[in-house]
């Protein structure tokens, strides 16, 4: 059978905490009956037990909806079912619906194991997590603008790097990396000199779509200067195809395909010195916009 969910080594991930904080309200266009306003919420566990389309899970608290609790949530793909093991650890999306009582209706979805109680599965790849003090290898990408560019001509400059794609759905995930870069755009650009010796970078993991003139397009709606952005300070680039493994192997991003050609994939966002080298690496969203603008200031500064 072939696999549909994301297999990671478990020293990768369990590193790893909530995936996002923070939900989005995403509504229903025309609410028919039954049918209510939907939040997602991520949460982290242990399987406890599975039958045909549900799954009891152990999990850890998850802020705005629920304590630390077991209980069991139907699977929005019961055809998982036999991926999932008592006693593997996962990491997931909880689907709700939201009407004046509260939440109702809760689904698992966007499943990721990142621990195996039954080794059935060996991953084929090593990921990296990065730590402070790590040299970053002098990946190539291919800008917005077509241009090649390389991490080593950010030498010298505290650099932002996050990945994305472009048609990401999930506004917990790709959108609000982008929007907190934006931010973070915003408050070095308050100081001339701050600016002119950090940089951003937004790397797409799907090169195939994410052209040079998508990511122009994408990153010019971010910055709210649309087709007047030059992107002196903030790129958008995407590796070539051959050279992807390797730089999301590095980064420690997961990704393996979805529904309806969307990706399932985890976060990172690494902060690097004006040395090359690993500053700090942020596996989750939880991390905000001023504290890195602060970061990159001190590193920038000298």
């Not at 590193?15 to 995403?26: E, F, H, N, R, V």
């Not at 009407?99 to 109680?117: N, S, T, Y």
């Not at 100081?191 to 010019?220: E, M, Q």
């Not at 007047?228 to 051959?242: I, M, S, V």
């Amino acid at each position: 059978m072939p696999r549909k969910l994301l297999f990671l080594l478990p020293a990768i991930l369990l590193s790893i905490a909530l995936l996002p904080t923070g939900c989005k309200s995403t509504p229903t266009t025309t609410p028919a009956a039954n049918q209510y306003p939907q939040k997602t919420f991520p949460v982290r566990g242990k399987v406890i037990s599975t039958d045909a389309t549900h799954v009891t899970l152990q999990h850890d608290a998850v802020p705005g909806f629920m304590d630390a609790m077991t209980m069991p949530y139907k699977l929005k793909d019961p055809s998982i079912i036999g991926e999932l093991h008592p006693g593997d650890l996962i990491s997931a999306t909880i689907i709700v619906q939201q009407d004046a009582a509260g939440f109702r209706d809760p689904e698992l979805d966007h499943i990721v194991v990142i621990g195996q109680a039954r080794p059935d599965y060996k991953p084929a790849v090593q990921f990296h997590v990065p730590q402070p003090g790590d040299a970053v290898p002098d990946f190539q990408l291919l800008n917005q603008s077509g241009r090649t560019i390389h991490l080593s001509q950010f030498k010298g400059k505290a650099l932002l790097v996050t990945f994305i794609y472009t048609r990401c759905p999930i506004a917990d995930f790709c959108p609000r990396m982008s929007r907190n870069f934006a931010e973070v755009d915003k408050a070095l650009a308050a100081d001339p000199k701050l600016y002119a010796n950090t940089h951003l970078l937004s790397i797409s993991f799907d090169p195939t779509y994410d052209t040079p003139k998508v990511l122009r397009s994408y990153g010019g709606a971010y910055t709210g200067q649309y087709t007047r952005e030059t992107f002196a300070h903030w790129d958008f680039a995407a590796p070539p195809q051959k050279e992807l493994p390797a730089i999301t192997q590095y980064f420690d991003v997961g990704v393996t395909p979805g529904d309806s050609q969307t990706l399932t994939h985890s976060l990172s966002t690494i902060l690097i010195g004006k040395d090359g080298k690993v500053v700090a690496w942020f596996p989750t969203n939880d991390w905000k916009p001023a504290d890195l603008a602060a970061q990159m200031k001190a590193i920038a500064s000298s």
